[in-house]
């Protein structure tokens, strides 16, 4: 299957479950796999045989950065079920990662990886 993918997305946000870190935030780093027929597009070379992943890339800020949750699950499963709303994708994989996340010692990341399919 062919996929587009954008890897790296850097954000900041408020979610957490601590008081800190809704009202100070951190920083979010998103990857996107996003699964479709490329076909056309390899054959046409026009952007409408695609998806256009500005557009993508606007809407996982939108949800980084002006809602927050309290679980970067939640913020993983919003992003994914968002993008298969809204773009023609026959799935996607979405990882979050929280490289900040107060686990009480020293970590280089956590994160979350969520997938989800057409049935």
């Known amino acids: 299957m062919d996929k587009i993918v954008l ?4 954000f900041y946000g408020y979610h957490g479950c601590l008081p800190e870190e809704t009202k100070n935030g951190q920083p979010f780093y998103i990857d996107a796999v996003l699964y479709l027929d490329l076909s056309n597009a390899g054959q046409s070379d026009l952007l409408s045989d695609t998806v256009d992943y500005s557009q993508v890339y606007g809407l996982i800020h939108e949800i980084v950065e002006q809602r927050i949750y309290r679980l970067i699950e939640r913020l993983a499963a919003v992003i994914a079920d968002q993008l298969m709303l809204q773009f023609p994708f026959s799935g996607v ?8 996340a107060p686990v009480g010692g020293s970590c280089d990341d956590v994160y979350v990886f969520v997938e989800r399919r057409k049935v």
Do not use: E, N
Not at 7 to 10: A, I, L, V
């Open 7 to 10: 890897k790296g997305m850097r």
């Open 93 to 100: 994989d979405i990882t979050v990662h929280k490289p900040q």
